[in-house]
C-alpha cells in the first residue's frame, strides 16, 4: 500500500550577521560591480563563533514543526542535508534530534552538497510514502564559512550561512509531492571539492593556510554541468507529474548563481515573475538554499492553492535533481 506524501510544515533561518560586497572589496581584489554582474549576489548572512550548523537547523525545523502543527514525538525519522556538520561524527541529524527532543526519530546526514536537502526531501517522500513513518523531518543547513578561502576572490564572494527545513506528512498538509528526480556523475568529482581533510588526503598543518581544506571549484565546468542537470532533471520530474512546462507557476532554483538560475529558467521557458530570486540577500548557502527560499516562499504569499512549484537544485558530486510540489 503506497500513500501521498505532503510538505506540511516550511521553515528557515539565517544569521543576523551581514558581510557585503563592500566587506570584500577590503579583504580581496574584488569590487560591488564585479561580484553583482558575475553573480547577483549583494550580501551574505554568517554566523558569528560558536553557532553551529545544528543550531541553525533547529531553529528552521521548529518553524517547520510549527506550521505542520506537530511535536517532536510526533517525527519518524530526521534527515539533514549538509556538508559541514557540527562535527565527523556523530551526525548532524543526531545533534539536531538532542537540540529538538524528537526521541522517537531516526537520524542520518545526506552528503549530496548544494542538492542535499532534494535528496532528503524526495527520501523523505519515500519513507512516508511506504508508510513507514507519518512525518519526516527534512533539512537542508550549511556553515560555508567553516570551508570558505577567504583569501581566493573567486569563491569567497559566493558563500552565506542559513537554514531550512521541511516537514514531509502522510496524507495531509499544503503541498503534495508529485514527483521527484536525482542524478549524479561522479566523473565530475574533481570539479568541485575540498581537497583535504578525509581519508584520502589527510589534513596537514599547511593546509591550514594553503585553501586545500576549503572548497575549490572550476566554476566553468561547474555551470555548463549545472545549467543540463537542472534542466533535465525538471524536465523529468514535470514530466513524472504528467505536467508541461507550462504548468509551473513558481520556480525555486537553487542559488547558486544569478546567470545559471537565469540560463535554466530560458530553457524552462519561465518568465522572470516565476522565478524565486533571493541571491542578492543571502548568497549561495548552498542545501540550505531551497529550503529557505521554500519557506519564504510560502512566509511571502508567492505559493497560493492550485499552484504548482518545481524544485531544483545541483551540487558537488557532481549531484542534481528537481522535485515537483502541487499545493
Given amino acids: 500500500m503506497s500513500y501521498e506524501a505532503f510538505v506540511s510544515g516550511t521553515g528557515g533561518f539565517t544569521p543576523e550577521r551581514v558581510l557585503t560586497n563592500a566587506d570584500f572589496e577590503r579583504m580581496v581584489d574584488t569590487s560591488d560591480e564585479w561580484i553583482t554582474t558575475r553573480t547577483g549576489i549583494k550580501r551574505r548572512h554568517v554566523v558569528d563563533p560558536g553557532m553551529a550548523t545544528s543550531e541553525m537547523s533547529e531553529y528552521a ?39 529538538l527532543g ?42 560555508l564559512t567553516s570551508i570558505t578561502n577567504y583569501k581566493d ?16 506528512s502522510r496524507g495531509k498538509g499544503k503541498g503534495k509531492i508529485l514527483s521527484a528526480c536525482l542524478r549524479g556523475d561522479g566523473r565530475q568529482w574533481a570539479d568541485l571539492q575540498i581537497p583535504a581533510g578525509g581519508s584520502l588526503r589527510e589534513m596537514e598543518p599547511s593546509d591550514l593556510n594553503n585553501g586545500r581544506r576549503c572548497i575549490s571549484m572550476n566554476g566553468r565546468e561547474v555551470f555548463r554541468h549545472a545549467v543540463r542537470g537542472m534542466t533535465e532533471s525538471a524536465r523529468v520530474a514535470l514530466r513524472d ?30 518568465t522572470e515573475d516565476r522565478v524565486f530570486n533571493n541571491i542578492e540577500e543571502y548568497g549561495n548557502t548552498s542545501s540550505a538554499s531551497v529550503p529557505i527560499g521554500l519557506y519564504e516562499a ?14 531544483s537544485a545541483f551540487g558537488a558530486g557532481f549531484c542534481w535533481g ?3 510540489i502541487q499545493y
Fill in 298 to 311: 510560502h512566509r511571502d504569499g508567492r505559493i497560493r492553492p492550485g499552484d504548482t512549484v518545481l524544485l
Fill in 241 to 270: 507529474a504528467g505536467l508541461a512546462q507550462e504548468d509551473v507557476n513558481l520556480f525555486i532554483p537553487h542559488q547558486a548563481n544569478v546567470r545559471i538560475m537565469n540560463a535554466v529558467a530560458e530553457r524552462l521557458g519561465l
Fill in 102 to 143: 524528537a526521541y522517537n526519530a531516526g537520524v542520518s546526514d545526506m552528503a549530496a552538497a548544494c542538492a542535499g536537502f532534494l535528496y532528503g526531501l524526495a527520501t523523505a517522500r519515500a519513507f512516508v510514502g511506504v508508510g513507514q513513518y507519518e512525518h519526516v523531518l527534512a533539512v537542508g543547513a550549511e556553515t
Fill in 153 to 168: 576572490r573567486n569563491t569567497c564572494v559566493l558563500f552565506g550561512d542559513g537554514a531550512g527545513a521541511a516537514i514531509v
Fill in 61 to 99: 525545523s521548529r518553524l517547520a514543526m510549527e506550521e505542520a502543527g506537530i511535536g517532536p514525538e510526533d517525527i519518524g525519522m530526521i534527515l539533514v542535508g549538509t556538508v559541514t556538520p557540527d562535527m565527523a561524527l556523530p551526525s548532524t541529524a543526531a545533534l539536531l534530534q538532542e537540540r
Fill in 322 to 324: 528537481s522535485i515537483v
